[in-house]
């Protein structure tokens, strides 16, 4: 699976020559803890009372189980790797390489429900492998420039509350799958916010810390990163991480790259078959994620 990546990823120039590996380690790196946390954290939200979603009393019940715990600082692993990642790299070629969060969650769910991994669930791991490669070859992802107007970045911030919300009110009063669906939409949504706000945030620490603080972009990514985990929190409490974690692992990196490319500025290749291959890159991605979480592996756990 690996090397199928990297093979994708050798063919092109990211423009910021040696560091292109350890973007890529960092970034595999951030998606392993990111997939073993969210695997965690289902297996303590799924367990707390229906009424308890989208409340904070449920932040409140989850912070006393300790896999739940463990969970968290998972992801905050993740994020760190995350951060130094988009330190040095874009958008649109970090945050797609955060989908291998569900192979690296296969495992670890196969170990905790003391099931073995069958050959259909390798096969759609190397789908997703497959596709990612099929995507970054052709797509050749540039660096952008996160030093949007702040006026852009408000009206971005107002789309991104706005669908969150939406997201929140079309989960209320459905059945447990579909409000699972809806609440990881607009958490994948949030995260994608998030990253931007990440980059933007690590490229201001070029001028210091206390600069950093003096500007609006650690108080967004805080208050975005609570909504985030609201969000996460209530889909995985919903219902079937086959449902939640798919949708929220794919929801993501496409809300990311858009920001990257119509905010940051950040380069895609639409020159002659690229947009072809690169859409064909996504289907499977998205397939090979849909079908790894049907699993009884990923999705065995079930109201």
């Known amino acids: 699976m690996t090397v199928l990546v990297f093979r994708g990823l050798g063919v092109f120039h990211h423009d910021i020559g040696r560091a292109l590996v350890s973007i890529v380690l960092l970034s595999m790196a951030s998606a392993a803890s990111y997939g073993l946390g969210a695997v965690l954290q289902h297996q303590a ?4 009372p229906p009424e ?29 790797f995350q951060f130094l990642a988009l330190r040095r790299g874009s ?7 955060l989908v291998l969060s569900l192979v690296f969650a296969l495992p670890v769910a196969a170990w905790l429900d003391d099931r073995p991994i ?9 789908v997703i492998a497959t596709g990612l490669a099929l995507f970054l070859a052709p797509a050749h992802p540039g660096l952008g420039h996160p030093n949007a107007s702040g006026y852009t970045w408000v009206i971005l911030s107002a789309v ?6 939406v ?19 607009g958490s994948g949504t949030a995260f994608g916010y998030v990253a931007a706000v990440t980059e933007r945030t690590g490229h201001l620490l070029e001028g210091g810390l206390v600069q950093m603080l003096e500007t609006w ?17 209530s889909a995985f409490h919903a219902g079937a991480l086959r449902l939640s974690l798919p949708t929220l692992t794919i929801a993501q990196p496409l809300v990311a790259i858009i920001i990257g490319i ?22 499977l991605v998205s397939a090979g994620v849909f079908a790894l979480a049907q699993s009884p592996v990923i999705g065995g756990t079930k109201r």
């Open 217 to 233: 972009t650690p108080y967004a990514l805080l208050g975005g990163a609570v909504v985030a985990l609201m969000l996460t929190q």
């Open 45 to 48: 939200a799924v367990k707390e």
């Open 52 to 80: 308890l979603s989208m409340r904070a009393g449920l932040l409140v019940r989850l912070a006393r189980r300790p896999m739940w715990l463990v969970g968290n600082a998972l992801d905050g692993v993740g994020y760190l």
């Open 262 to 283: 119509w905010v940051f500025g950040e380069h895609i290749n639409t020159r002659g078959l690229a947009p072809v291959l690169e859409v064909l890159g996504l289907v």
């Open 91 to 97: 958008l649109c070629l970090v945050e797609p390489l």
């Open 160 to 165: 991104i509350a706005a669908l969150c919300g």
């Open 167 to 185: 997201a929140v009110l079309l989960a209320r009063g459905r059945s447990h799958l579909r409000s699972a669906v809806f609440l990881a939409v």
């Open 118 to 126: 069958s050959r259909s669930e390798l096969t759609s791991s190397g």
